[in-house]
């Protein structure tokens, strides 16, 4: 009778030596010589490999043949203490199954040591790989921290929509979402697409932020977070940018734009804490591999505050480094990737909460600041990252944002249900957006942001 499969992150455990158990996963290396063949195995629950040991007095050289790199086996035998370096325990094995086979000719993961662009053309192949098994492994963890992060401070997981009518961001790079025949529009009698045949009746995208509904939410339930997938159309092919991406968006109701600072830092360092403690195996690996200043990176955010000021103070600090940027600053102008980076990296060499920015680039729910030209912003900036986090205090007076809407000249009949919660009850509330991706990205040390996610979405390409 078969018995009961062991995952094999289970196995390192001295109490199991002796034991007769039972292990199945794929094959990552096979060596040995006549007498003795060893194989790696790997089953995806631990970076860790098992080694399993087949003596050739009990099995035939024909029987073993089949065992390559990739190949998949389930094995019984008998749980030892290893002779062998690198190693606690290893299999002594008594009986093998293959369940299938890996031909050496074409399995694309034959060798070690391919790059990670060759891997991403592998990318249904690519979790196969201790890079990658490590960077999803720690995507999980993290996901699970943030739901706990919530749930442990009563906020309420809120399911916003994923095809909108609204356009939260007022930023336009939207994915249409329609199943009128592109090839033979309707047409109005002014030459405009006739939404009305559509399967809504309007024109719909995918949404480019839960915030809107998430602020219903909130003004309803008090505290509540979003997380799901986003979709933005932007045309920008940067190692910090995906146009599927996973959002994170908090929205609490009293809360002002401290309270808001104060959450996103408990939140991020939360977070980068439950990865240290829960999975440094993965942690250390990519260390070693990619990043030799990954751990003390992480700890250090840990340690300290991070700083807060204004973006008007940023600008000039900026305008006084020595440093030749790119794109010159001035006051007005957004922020660079190469400007957030400086003031983490060079200025303050810490984590960095910037607020107030011009009210001209930012978005149109964010409460005004009473000079006229800031709004309550704040972006979180990180080292090797840049922006990670966006938000902002709202906007909760009806009269200002109404007049917002129209300064911008923002169809007003998208936006009546969002103007009520500014109608009925309204409360000063404040929240942000973390970029999930981002967030794993700063954990794992990973330079592209299509090393992080499974199946990148990115400007010509969405092959897997
Ligand atoms: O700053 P953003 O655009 O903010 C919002 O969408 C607000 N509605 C959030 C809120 O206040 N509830 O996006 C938030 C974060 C960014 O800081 C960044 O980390 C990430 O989302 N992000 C992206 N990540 C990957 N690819 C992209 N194209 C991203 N665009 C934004
Ligand atoms: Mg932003």
Same mark, same amino acid.
């Given at each position: 009778?078969?018995?009961?499969?062991?995952?094999?992150?289970?196995?390192?455990?001295?109490?199991?030596?002796?034991?007769?158990?039972?292990?199945?996963?794929?094959?990552?290396?096979?060596?040995?010589?006549?007498?003795?063949?060893?194989?790696?195995?790997?089953?995806?629950?631990?970076?860790?490999?098992?080694?399993?040991?087949?003596?050739?007095?009990?099995?035939?050289?024909?029987?073993?043949?089949?065992?390559?790199?990739?190949?998949?086996?389930?094995?019984?035998?008998?749980?030892?203490?290893?002779?062998?370096?690198?190693?606690?325990?290893?299999?002594?094995?008594?009986?093998?199954?293959?369940?299938?086979?890996?031909?050496?000719?074409?399995?694309?993961?034959?060798?070690?040591?391919?790059?990670?662009?060759?891997?991403?053309?592998?990318?249904?192949?690519?979790?196969?790989?201790?890079?990658?098994?490590?960077?999803?492994?720690?995507?999980?963890?993290?996901?699970?921290?943030?739901?706990?992060?919530?749930?442990?401070?009563?906020?309420?997981?809120?399911?916003?929509?994923?095809?909108?009518?609204?356009?939260?961001?007022?930023?336009?790079?939207?994915?249409?979402?329609?199943?009128?025949?592109?090839?033979?529009?309707?047409?109005?009698?002014?030459?405009?697409?006739?939404?009305?045949?559509?399967?809504?009746?309007?024109?719909?995208?995918?949404?480019?932020?839960?915030?809107?509904?998430?602020?219903?939410?909130?003004?309803?339930?008090?505290?509540?977070?979003?997380? $799901?997938? +986003?979709? #933005? @159309?932007?045309?920008?092919?940067? *190692?910090?940018?995906?146009?599927?991406?996973?959002?994170? !968006?908090? /929205?609490?109701?009293?809360?002002?734009?401290?309270?808001?600072?104060?959450?996103?830092?408990?939140?991020?360092?939360?977070?980068?804490?439950?990865?240290?403690?829960?999975?440094?195996?993965?942690?250390?690996?990519?260390?070693?591999?990619?990043?030799?200043?990954?751990?003390?990176?992480?700890?250090?955010?840990?340690?300290?505050?991070?700083?807060?000021?204004?973006?008007?103070?940023?600008?000039?600090?900026?305008?006084?480094?020595?440093?030749?940027?790119?794109?010159?600053?001035?006051?007005?102008?957004?922020?660079?990737?190469?400007?957030?980076?400086?003031?983490?990296?060079?200025?303050?060499?810490?984590?960095?909460?910037?607020?107030?920015?011009?009210?001209?680039?930012?978005?149109?729910?964010?409460?005004?600041?009473?000079? $006229?030209? +800031?709004? #309550? @912003?704040?972006?979180?900036?990180? *080292?090797?990252?840049?922006?990670?986090?966006?938000?902002? !205090?709202? /906007?909760?007076?009806?009269?200002?944002?109404?007049?917002?809407?129209?300064?911008?000249?923002?169809?007003?009949?998208?936006?009546?249900?969002?103007?009520?919660?500014?109608?009925?009850?309204?409360?000063?509330?404040?929240?942000?957006?973390?970029?999930?991706?981002?967030?794993?990205?700063?954990?794992?040390?990973?330079?592209?942001?299509?090393?992080?996610?499974?199946?990148?979405?990115?400007?010509?390409?969405?092959?897997?």
């Amino acid at each position: 009778m078969e018995i009961k499969r062991t995952k094999i992150v289970d196995i390192f455990n001295p109490e199991l030596v002796g034991e007769h158990v039972c292990v199945k996963g794929w094959v990552r290396t096979r060596r040995g010589n006549k007498h003795v063949q060893f194989v790696a195995l790997n089953d995806g629950s631990t970076i860790k490999n098992l080694q399993i040991v087949f003596d050739l007095q009990k099995f035939t050289e024909e029987q073993l043949r089949p065992i390559n790199t990739g190949s998949s086996l389930h094995v019984e035998g008998t749980l030892v203490a290893s002779q062998g370096k690198g190693q606690t325990v290893e299999i002594q094995a008594e009986t093998v199954e293959i369940y299938g086979t890996a031909d050496p000719e074409t399995y694309p993961l034959q060798k070690k040591g391919h790059t990670l662009e060759f891997l991403r053309e592998k990318a249904h192949l690519r979790m196969r790989t201790n890079t990658f098994g490590a960077v999803f492994r720690i995507r999980h963890h993290l996901a699970f921290a943030i739901h706990k992060f919530f749930n442990d401070r009563g906020f309420f997981y809120l399911h916003t929509p994923l095809i909108t009518a609204s356009d939260c961001e007022g930023a336009g790079d939207m994915f249409q979402v329609t199943t009128l025949n592109l090839g033979d529009l309707p047409k109005n009698e002014d030459g405009t697409t006739d939404y009305s045949q559509d399967f809504f009746g309007k024109s719909t995208s995918l949404t480019v932020s839960g915030q809107l509904e998430g602020e219903l939410g909130a003004t309803a339930l008090g505290a509540i977070y979003t997380f $799901g997938p +986003t979709f #933005r @159309a932007e045309n920008s092919n940067t *190692p910090r940018h995906l146009a599927e991406f996973w959002m994170i !968006e908090p /929205e609490v109701a009293f809360n002002d734009i401290t309270d808001n600072m104060d959450l996103a830092e408990d939140f991020i360092k939360y977070c980068v804490k439950y990865a240290l403690d829960h999975c440094r195996d993965d942690i250390d690996f990519l260390c070693q591999m990619y990043d030799n200043s990954l751990i003390e990176r992480l700890e250090s955010v840990l340690r300290e505050p991070f700083v807060r000021l204004t973006y008007t103070e940023g600008i000039e600090i900026l305008s006084q480094a020595k440093k030749k940027f790119e794109f010159p600053v001035s006051w007005g102008v957004d922020l660079q990737s190469e400007h957030e980076r400086y003031l983490v990296e060079e200025h303050f060499r810490r984590p960095v909460i910037l607020t107030d920015y011009p009210r001209e680039i930012k978005a149109f729910y964010m409460k005004q600041n009473d000079d $006229g030209r +800031t709004v #309550r @912003a704040m972006d979180v900036l990180f *080292p090797q990252i840049g922006e990670i986090i966006g938000g902002s !205090e709202r /906007e909760e007076n009806y009269d200002k944002l109404i007049a917002e809407i129209e300064r911008r000249k923002i169809p007003m009949k998208d936006m009546w249900w969002y103007l009520e919660t500014r109608r009925f009850g309204t409360v000063p509330h404040a929240g942000f957006g973390l970029g999930f991706e981002r967030l794993i990205l700063f954990v794992t040390g990973m330079a592209n942001i299509r090393d992080v996610i499974p199946f990148p979405r990115t400007p010509n390409n969405a092959e897997f």
